[in-house]
Structures are given as C-alpha cells and as structure tokens.
C-alpha cells in the first residue's frame, strides 16, 4: 500500500499519543527518581513506511494489432484449433490454417472498425431471433448444444461470432447499394487455344459465315458453347473475364470484335444488343453486390495498419 503524507501524519500522532516505543529507535526519558516529572516529553523516532512496490501485470500475449486494436493471442490459438478441425474433418490440407486464420481476424476486426465508424449495431434481440433460427433449422437446443460442442464453441463466444455475422451483413448492405438498372449489353463469344485459331474464325466471320454454328463447333467457354456463344446480357462488372467485357462494351450492335487475349485463351466477341437503363436481374445485383464489397474491403485492408505478433 502506498501511503501519502497524510497518512504518515496520522501514523505519526497515533504512535505519540501511545507513548510506546518503536522497533526503529530508542524511546529518550530523563528523571532520577520514579514520580519525578520528566525534564522533556518522550520521543520517538518514526520512519515513514516503505511503499510496497506491486509487480506490474504481465501483458496479454497478441496474435495481431489492427490500427492499434489488440488481438489477443488465446483468440488467434482458438480459431487455429476450429480451423484445422474443420478442415481436417473434410479431408482438406491444414498447412493453410494460420495464414488463414490471420487474414480472417484482420478482416474481422477492419469489418467491426468501418462498423463502428459508421454507427452500426445489431442489437440482442436480433441475436437473440438469429440464434433461434439457428436452432430450429438444427432441429432443437440439444443439437445446438452438439454443433457447438463439435465445432469448439463456447456458447458466449458462439454469440459474439453470430453477431459479428450479421454486423457484417448490415455493413455490405451499406457499402454496396446497387441500382436498379444499368447499362447492359447482350453479346456472346467464341473462345480458342491460339491467336492463330481466332483469326481464322474471325476471317470466317467476316466471310459471312454463321457465329453460333464457329462457336457450337469451336469455343472452348462450355457454359455459352452450347447456347452458341451466348453470354446473355450484362452490366459492366459482371464478367469475370475484364478483357471480353471491354471489348463487348466498345462495340455497337451487329458489331464484331478483334481477336481479344485474356489468360483464359483467345475471344471472338460480337454485341447483338445494347440498352443504355436495362432493369439488373437478381443474380447481376447479388454478384455486382459481391464484387462491390469485396473491392470495398480490398481497399480498407490496403489501409489498415497491421502488426503480426506471431510468424505462422
């Protein structure tokens, strides 16, 4: 205990008014006979106590620190046990599971920041209507109980991880408003091994010859091959192949492209229509909603200001 100098004064007063000597020093009198007045009151020498000096607490070990947002090293340690169960279970490589688990607490964490930045929140009683959901489509609280169990979870630490869930929902919800029409084109493709093949097919093209009978013959894309090459409409951002979407965008209907080179191989590309405010289809806005997000989170990531504590 430390003792500040009130403390002492009191210390002080208390030991004089008991006239008891101390430990620390003599207690001085005079007088020659008993009875006789003392020529000067007593005194005792009083020491101040020594402060005791408490150990400083051990810092927590850390896995991560997320833009100065510690990441406790237990938390790390059990997400690496539920990532190789997991995968262990399936059959599937664990050798993965600490870059994995690394990169998907720095996500999180990123994630709760912009969440909190943002004012955004998820309530308990949302949990609470999610965690039971979660439990009927189970088929009740004793399988829950057993998923939990199986899968290392402590029921609290479940719910944290469920909340972090749907804290990540409302935010791409935020970070990925989609419209509701878009610029879209109807285009399809043939696609070949060698540029060498694609000139040919292209001469052929410019012949006069058929593009849904080159590609039902030629296109190595098996999803549009038996549909002649047709790709269906599409906004920008929807392809996964950059290359075939800019050479379609830069065409007008009845238009050809060039030969376009991609990773994938080498396209024939022709646009058959073009509309400036066609409504998306669900499946465009989920996966143009899917690519917003994760650009949003590249972007964050690059950002973020991250230190590795541990070299796994």
Not at 262 to 288: K, M, N, T, Y
């Amino acid at each position: 205990m430390r003792f500040g100098w009130y403390s002492v004064v009191i210390l002080l007063g208390g030991l004089a008014a008991c006239g008891r000597p101390t430990a620390l020093g003599p207690t001085a009198t005079t007088g020659a006979t008993a009875g006789a007045a003392p020529a000067s009151s007593p005194t005792h020498t009083v020491l101040p106590p020594t402060p005791t000096i408490l150990p400083s607490p051990t810092p927590e070990p850390l896995a991560l620190t997320v833009n100065g947002q510690p990441i406790p090293l237990e938390r790390y340690e059990r997400e690496l046990v539920r990532c190789q169960a997991g995968l262990a279970g399936v059959g599937a490589e664990v050798g993965n599971c600490p870059a994995l688990v690394l990169d998907s607490l720095i996500e999180q964490t990123v994630i709760e920041q912009a969440a909190a930045g943002a004012g955004l929140i998820v309530a308990d009683a949302e949990v609470d209507f999610a965690l039971a959901q979660i439990t009927s489509e189970l088929g009740g609280p004793g399988v829950l109980v057993t998923w939990l169990q199986t899968n290392l979870y402590a029921p609290d630490e479940f719910r944290l991880a469920l909340q972090a869930d749907l804290l990540r929902a409302r935010l791409a919800e935020q970070v990925t408003a989609v419209e509701a029409t878009a610029e879209q084109v109807h285009a399809r493709e043939i696609l070949v091994s060698t540029a060498e093949a694609a000139q040919t097919l292209l001469d052929q093209l410019q012949a006069g010859a058929d593009f849904a009978t080159l590609a039902l013959q030629h296109s190595r894309d098996l999803s549009s091959r038996v549909a002649g090459g047709d790709l269906g409409w599409f906004p920008r951002g929807l392809l996964t192949v950059p290359e075939v979407e800019e050479a379609a965008f830069a065409l007008l209907p009845g238009e050809t492209s060039a030969v376009v080179a991609s990773p994938l191989g080498f396209h024939i590309v022709q646009v058959l229509e073009r509309d400036p405010a066609r409504p998306l289809s669900p499946a465009a806005i989920q996966s143009l909603r899917a690519a917003a997000y994760a650009a949003w989170l590249d972007a964050r990531l690059v950002e973020a200001d991250v230190v590795r504590h541990v070299n796994r």
